[in-house]
């Protein structure tokens, strides 16, 4: 079994901790009846930083 520097493992740790907490703040978002528009680019951005932290997850996955 392959295992991750300890560095990189911290990094996966932190970055989907990160993303959880983005995921949270989308889904609080999500269960409102309506957005403002400022809310709605709000959540286009959210989406997006989780977009790039599982980008990042899966690289730093790939560096086995």
Do not use: C, I, N, Y
Request: proline content about 3%.
């Amino acid at each position: 079994m392959s295992r991750l520097p300890e560095d990189s493992s911290k990094q996966l740790q932190q970055l989907r901790r990160e993303h959880d907490k983005l995921d949270k703040k989308v889904q609080e978002f999500e269960t409102q009846r309506w957005l403002s528009p400022v809310e709605e680019a709000e959540v286009k951005r959210l989406k997006r930083l989780k977009l790039a932290k599982r980008d990042r997850m899966r690289l730093l996955g790939a560096e086995l």
